[in-house]
């Protein structure tokens, strides 16, 4: 999964990918802004990223998008 974050006073996003599903990246985001807490994620690299829920301005989750290499053909 592709996740970005947006924080609060700052001009850049928080981009990351991650082997974790949909739901449990979605679960993890509503516990740390129910419970004022750090929001915890790793990546698919093993490194974690920690942010505080204060400070998420939005949170967005979508597949991780395939980068295309090369030139397309005009048929």
């Known amino acids: ?27 993890a985001v509503e516990k740390a802004v129910s419970d004022g807490a750090l929001l915890s994620l790793t990546d698919d690299r093993g490194r974690t990223v920690l942010v505080p829920a204060a400070k998420i301005a939005y949170v967005e ?15």
């Open 1 to 27: 999964m592709e996740i970005k974050i947006g924080v609060t006073d700052s001009p850049r996003e928080i981009a990351l990918d991650s082997e974790e599903s949909h739901e449990s990246i979605q679960k």
């Open 61 to 75: 989750i979508g597949p991780s998008a395939s980068r295309k290499v090369g030139f397309g053909s005009l048929a």
